[in-house]
């Protein structure tokens, strides 16, 4: 059993199509964090949640935390080819950050 | 913009081999770990490094493994003896703070066991 299930696994949408993606767990975090890796490069932050109901956008990008701070999604509006990446959602749990299963988005112009 | 080095950029290598992959964080950071992603797959915790001791490590991270930071600013992962399935890209990442701190990763070491 994975901590944090990110689905879905792939995703493979035409350029102006709206797109959302979920981290899902069964534990309860006091923050989590969302990374994006293209390929052939280390993940980037793209936004850390805290408080549970959060929502913050970052340009085309809605990110949401759950009430119960147990799980978020990641909304893009208006996909562009440009947001073609691994998207990872992450949390610390101590002494390490853990990231989720990863959703592989496509964005096909 | 300070980043995080991380050298060689791929590294092929005879199983049975040791190998070392080297790694610069980023100055003022005090966390440091390192990370794998074999193709496709996701991004595996090997171990994270703090006040010159590690702080936690992965069942992945057995005996054969070793980190060490010698002189200040390197961050070294040794593998003793490669196998077959120590194939992956490595990260190394750090980051100022534990908790919500933000981590950076370097671009990676991508290792191949022949």
């Known amino acids: 059993t994975q901590l944090l299930e990110q689905s879905p696994q792939f995703l493979s949408i035409q350029e102006g199509e709206n797109l959302t993606v979920y981290c899902n767990s069964s534990?309860?975090?006091?923050?989590l964090q969302w990374y994006r890796q293209e390929p052939g490069e280390g993940p980037v932050l793209l936004v850390t949640v805290v408080t549970g109901g959060e929502v913050k956008k970052l340009k085309r990008l809605t990110f949401q935390f759950g009430d119960a701070r147990k799980d978020s999604s990641l909304h893009i509006t208006a996909a562009q080819p440009g947001d073609t990446g691994l998207y990872l959602c992450?949390?610390?749990?101590?002494?390490?950050?853990?990231f989720g299963t990863g959703t592989s988005l496509t964005v096909i112009p | 913009e300070p980043e995080v080095t991380q050298t060689p950029s791929h590294q092929v290598t005879q199983m049975g081999q040791e190998v070392i992959l080297r790694c610069v964080p980023i100055s003022n950071h005090l966390y440091f770990y390192w990370y794998r992603q074999i193709l496709g797959q996701k991004v595996e915790f090997l171990v994270s490094?703090?006040?010159?001791?590690?702080?936690?490590k992965s069942e992945i991270f057995d005996d054969q493994f070793s980190v060490e930071r010698p002189d200040g600013s390197n961050f070294t992962l040794k593998i003793r003896s490669t196998k077959l399935e120590d194939s992956a890209m490595y990260f190394c990442?750090?980051?100022?703070?534990?908790?919500?701190?933000?981590?950076?990763f370097g671009e990676g070491s991508r290792l191949t066991v022949l």
């Open positions: 534990s309860v975090f006091s923050s």
């Open positions: 990442a750090s980051s100022v703070e534990t908790g919500t701190g933000e981590l950076f």
């Open positions: 992450a949390v610390n749990t101590g002494n390490q950050f853990y």
């Open positions: 490094f703090y006040n010159n001791e590690i702080s936690e």
